[in-house]
């Protein structure tokens, strides 16, 4: 679960010089909201004459972000963000950029020294790898979208002598555009656990999500149905094959919801669920911000508040009513329930009701409870305390009570793991980037251990 409606989105402003003190390279500063600061990071260049700007905030997994230079001098600078109401103005002087950035009425220092934000990122494995690779292609014979992805086979993997032996598990990423992956915050939580796999006798396969990195087909109309047939069409591949054992689906959050459909479906001979969720659409949104916000500042009447709101706009999105006159709407929910709420929150809200999204409708209404229920094969699913996306407390009693009885079956939950299950103070998102650790070795073991126990 990615998708996030932030109090701040931090956008992009790249200086530039014409002078012959030019100011160029990589200039990276830390952006205070509050109790968080951000690192960001802009990356200064010329083509021809023309100053290109782009900026990284390695916190928040977000690169490249183009800007417009609206004024540049020898020492100062002018950058706007239109989409996303962001402007910065700076002043170089003895090293240091010092200048404002603007977004909407919130304004916050901000200065920059040349140099770059560098990750450690340690479980990342880096080649030659001790096990093969194969880059493969698979169809969604629905749409014809093409799927992009990286075969990794066991360390030590015999073909002539393995062949139908050995477990494979297809990886299905969360909500929101991802590649194989699954990279966020400079973190590839895929790509580690396919090479933890690979060392413990498990192959993988992990794929771009349609519409991005080298994956074809339309994601502007996509839903969670629609991912779902992708990573059928990514399963019925690996049967094709005919080189494998039983042939599972490891799923993170809408990821993990997937795979449970397909248990429901009949076509996963296990499932492994990360974060996934037992309740309706809906309720995990107005969980997830319930504990966001309870976190940024606003009182319990106001969060209340807010969360009934979303209550309302959800119900009228699952119920297909248009949003007319979204602001006559909101203030006469807030009115008639005597509630109260800062502009930002209303802005937060409006927003919502605006959007149009097939995504969006399809999530707030789908319940996997249904599902849940017809699963046979063996699941393992596991959370930990601090996610705050995919809040444990709700989700996994649920999943527990849904499932039926098999001796397979593992719901666990981990003390102090976030929603990426790294080790966390509080599981905020703001922590995902500041986290060096991608995924605890812990529950690395536990799916490693629990799959190779399937084969017995």
Known sequence: MKRIIPFICLACLMPQSISGQEISGSWKGKLSLGMTKLNIVFNIQKEGEKPVCTMDSPDQGA?????????????????????????????????TIK??????????????????????????????????????????????AVFSGTLTYPVGYDRTKQKNSIPVVLMVTGSGLQDRNEEAFGHKPFLVIADFLARNGIASLRYDDRGFGKST????????ETFKNDAKAGLDYLRSMKEFGKIG???????????????????????????GTALRGDKIIIEQNRAAFAGAGLSEAEVAAYCAALEMIYGRKRDGKKQESPENILEKFLSDNGFSL???AKKNLLTIMKMDNAWMTHFVSYNPAEDIRRISCPVLALNGDLDMQVLSKDNLPEIKRLLPKGKHNVV?????????????TTGAVSEYGKIEETISEEVLNDIANWINSLKK
């Open 63 to 95: 690169k490249d972000i183009k800007a417009e230079v609206e004024y540049l001098s020898a020492d100062s600078l002018a950058v706007s963000v239109p989409s996303l109401g962001v402007l910065y103005r700076g002043h170089l002087g003895n090293g």
């Open 99 to 144: 200048g404002v950035f603007t977004q909407g009425t919130y304004k916050f220092s901000l200065s920059l020294k040349q140099g770059t934000v560098k990750l450690n990122r340690p479980q990342t494995p880096v080649p030659p790898y001790p096990y093969a690779t194969k880059d493969v292609e698979f169809m969604n014979n629905a749409d014809g």
């Open 217 to 224: 087909g339309d994601s502007k109309n996509a839903t969670t």
């Open 249 to 275: 689906v490891l799923g993170h959050s809408e990821g993990g919801t997937i795979a449970f459909i397909l248990g429901a479906e009949k076509t996963a001979d296990f499932i492994v669920c990360l974060a």
């Open 342 to 344: 800062p502009e930002g």
């Open 412 to 424: 666990k939950e981990y003390h102090g793991l976030n929603h990426l299950f790294q080790h966390a």
